[in-house]
C-alpha cells in the first residue's frame, strides 16, 4: 500500500501536564493512519531525555513533542526571589537549547516545541511591562528567545500556542477547573485546537504544503463586477467596503513574495479584466505579481486544470478562493484534492477567517522563493513557443539552456532543504532533510551533495535539483534525487547522470545504485532508473560505470 512516507512515522509526546487528548487527537484528525504515537507519563521530560537509556531513545521517534505549560512554569517563576526572576527567561531558554542539543546527540529527529501562552498572575497589573521581575515581562522574553532558537536549529520547530489562545479565546483555550481536577493545563477544545496546529506542522514536514493561491475577481478581489460597474465604480481602496478587499490584496502580495504562486481565474472578458490591475490607483497586486492570468467565459473547473497544467503542481498544492457559493462547490467537486475555503458571506470577514485557517503552513523558506513567479510568467511563455516547434529536439535546443553543477554550500543549504521537504513528484526515495542534517551530510566523509541550477532564455530557474550520494566501498548509493517539476521535460534527469557517471569514473567507483520508493505522489519516476539504463538487481537499480554511455542532452 502506498503511503506519502516511506514507513509508519512515530511520535514521541512529553509533557510536564496531561498530553494524552493530544495523542487521540492527532490519530482522529489526521486523513490517514500512518502514525504510531508513544505517549509518556506526565514530568517525565528531562528524565527520558538525559537517560541515554531511556525509553524515548529505544523508540526512536520521527518527531518528538515537548509540551510545557504556563501553569509550571509560572508554579517555578513564584519561588524565585526577584533577584533570581530576572534571569528567569534567559534560564529557561537555556534549559530547552540543552536538552534539545542532547536529543539531536541521541536521535536524529524533529524536536516540536510549544513557546508559552500567556496567563496574567494579576500581580502589577498593566505595570508589569515595565517591571522586569514580573511574570508577564519575563514570559515574553522568554517566547522571543524560543523562537530565536528555532531560527538557530533546524530540527526545531514551534508550535505557536500563544497565537492559538489569542485566535480560540482565553476563556476557550484555558479550562482552570480541568487543570485543578485532572492536571489538564488547555481545555479539551484548545488541546483538540493544538493537535490540529501540530499535524499542521508535521505535514509541513512531510513535504504537504500549499504553493499556489487561486483568486477569482468580482467580489473577491474589488467589490462589484468589473463587467457592469467599470473601473471607476468598483469598490477598492480605504473607504467603505472596499477597504476589504484592499486587506485580501495586502494579503495575496505578502504570499506572494513569501513565494506562493498567485494565478487569476475569472469569468470576465480577459481585456475588462485586465483594467484594473493596468489602470485602477488603488489595485494593490499588479499584473507582475500573477504567475498565470485566466480570465474568460468557460468554466472554472477546466480553467483551474489549464492553470495546473502551465504551473506543473498538485492539485493539493492549490487554494482557490472564489465568492460565489455555487462556483466554490463546482470546483471542491470536480478537483478532490483542491482546496477551497468556505468564505463568509460578508466580505469584511473574509480576511480574518482566510488568516485563521493557516492555509500557507511551511516549514522552510528561500532566498529562491521570491523570484517564483517570475519563473512561473516565464514557464507560460515557453508552454506557447512550444507550440510552434515541430519535435521535442528542436524546442530544447531553441531554449539555451545552461547548467552549474557545484557541491553544496552554506549559501544553498536551505534551498536543499526546502527541496527535500517540499518535492513530492520527482523524488525517488522521499527522505526529508532539514538544514542540520544536510550540513551533516557536508561535513561527513561518506557523502556527496550535488546541486544543478538551470537557466534558459526565459528566465534563471535557479537550484532545481540536488543529489545526495553515499559511498559504499566502489560503488555510490544515490540516498537522493530530487528534481523540481518545473524543469520536467528538460532533459536534466540525463545531464545529472552524465556528471554522476563522469564523477564516479573520476573517484574510481565501479556502480551508481538507485533506489525507488513509492509513494501517492511519486509514481512519476516510478520507471526513472529504468529508462536511463539501469538494471534490478537485489531490490536496487545498477549502473555500470565502464558500459555507460553519455546521453545526448540540449543543456551546457
Not at 106 to 114: A, I, P, Q, T
Not at 150 to 162: C, E, P, Q, R, V
Not at 412 to 423: F, K, M, V
Not at 475 to 494: H, Y
Request: net charge negative; proline share 2%; aromatic share 10%.
Amino acid at each position: 500500500m502506498l503511503t506519502d512516507n516511506t514507513h509508519v512515522q512515530k511520535i514521541a509526546i512529553l509533557g510536564d501536564s496531561a498530553t494524552q487528548y493530544i495523542n487521540k487527537f492527532i490519530l482522529k484528525n489526521s486523513k490517514n493512519k500512518k502514525f504510531e504515537i508513544l505517549d509518556f507519563d506526565i514530568d517525565q521530560i528531562e528524565n527520558q531525555i538525559y537517560n541515554s537509556n531511556s525509553e524515548l531513545y529505544e523508540y526512536k521517534p520521527d518527531f518528538i513533542i515537548i509540551f510545557q505549560s504556563t501553569q509550571k512554569l509560572q508554579l517555578e517563576f513564584s519561588k524565585l526571589s526577584n533577584h533570581s526572576k530576572q534571569q528567569f527567561a534567559s534560564e529557561n531558554a537555556g534549559l530547552i537549547n540543552q536538552l534539545y542539543h542532547e536529543i539531536q546527540s541521541r536521535v536524529s529527529c524533529k524536536v516540536l516545541w510549544n513557546n508559552f501562552y500567556e496567563i496574567n498572575d494579576g500581580i502589577y497589573g498593566n505595570y508589569a511591562n515595565n517591571v522586569t521581575c514580573s511574570f508577564l515581562s519575563q514570559l515574553r522574553k522568554l517566547n522571543v528567545q524560543i523562537s530565536e532558537l528555532a531560527i538557530k536549529h533546524g530540527n526545531l520547530f514551534i508550535y505557536d500556542l500563544s497565537l492559538l489562545q489569542t485566535q480560540i479565546g482565553a476563556n476557550t483555550f484555558l479550562d482552570n477547573r480541568m487543570y485543578v481536577l485532572a492536571g489538564m493545563a488547555i481545555s479539551i477544545a484548545g488541546m483538540e485546537n493544538m493537535s490540529n496546529e501540530l499535524l499542521s506542522i508535521i505535514s509541513a514536514i512531510n513535504g504537504s504544503i500549499k504553493k499556489c493561491l487561486i483568486l477569482d475577481l468580482d467580489n473577491t478581489l474589488w467589490g462589484g463586477i468589473i463587467g457592469d460597474d467599470g473601473i471607476e465604480n468598483i469598490q477598492i481602496g480605504n473607504l467603505g467596503v472596499g477597504k476589504a478587499f484592499t486587506q485580501i490584496q495586502h494579503w495575496a502580495k505578502e504570499l506572494k513574495n513569501r513565494g506562493i504562486i498567485l494565478a487569476i481565474c475569472s469569468k470576465n472578458n480577459e481585456k475588462i479584466a485586465l483594467e484594473p490591475f493596468k489602470k485602477h490607483p488603488d489595485m494593490v497586486l499588479k499584473l507582475t505579481d500573477i504567475a498565470i492570468f485566466v480570465a474568460n467565459w468557460n468554466n472554472k473547473v477546466d480553467n483551474i486544470r489549464h492553470i495546473q497544467e502551465v504551473l506543473n503542481v498538485g492539485f493539493d498544492s492549490m487554494v482557490f478562493i472564489d465568492d460565489n457559493l455555487f462556483e466554490r462547490n463546482m470546483v471542491r467537486e470536480s478537483i478532490s484534492d483542491i482546496c477551497v475555503p468556505e468564505l463568509p458571506d460578508d466580505p469584511s470577514e473574509y480576511l480574518p477567517f482566510l488568516q485563521s485557517q493557516n492555509l500557507f503552513e511551511t516549514a522552510s523558506i528561500s532566498m529562491a522563493d521570491s523570484d517564483r513567479t517570475e519563473q512561473y510568467q516565464a514557464e507560460s511563455k515557453r508552454v506557447e513557443i512550444k507550440k510552434s516547434f515541430k519535435n521535442e529536439g528542436e524546442y530544447l535546443e531553441s531554449l539555451q539552456m545552461k547548467a552549474i553543477v557545484e557541491a553544496a554550500n552554506k549559501f544553498t543549504i536551505p534551498r536543499i532543504a526546502q527541496l527535500t521537504q517540499r518535492s513530492n513528484q520527482f523524488n525517488l526515495r522521499t527522505q526529508r532533510y532539514t538544514n542540520d542534517n544536510i550540513e551533516s551530510f557536508m561535513e561527513s566523509g561518506n557523502h556527496e551533495v550535488l546541486t544543478f541550477s538551470l537557466a534558459d532564455k526565459f528566465s534563471d530557474y535557479g537550484l532545481v535539483s540536488v543529489i545526495i550520494l553515499e559511498k559504499k566501498e566502489k560503488q555510490l548509493f544515490i540516498d537522493t534525487w530530487i528534481m523540481s517539476c518545473r524543469v520536467l521535460k528538460r532533459g536534466l534527469e540525463k545531464f545529472i547522470l552524465n556528471k554522476l557517471v563522469t564523477f564516479a569514473y573520476q573517484n574510481n567507483f565501479t556502480h551508481i545504485l538507485g533506489e525507488f520508493i513509492p509513494t501517492k505522489k511519486n509514481l512519476l519516476v516510478e520507471h526513472h532508473y529504468r529508462e536511463l539504463g539501469f538494471k534490478k538487481s537485489e531490490g536496487l537499480w545498477k549502473l555500470g560505470i565502464e558500459e555507460y554511455s553519455q546521453k545526448k542532452v540540449f543543456i551546457t
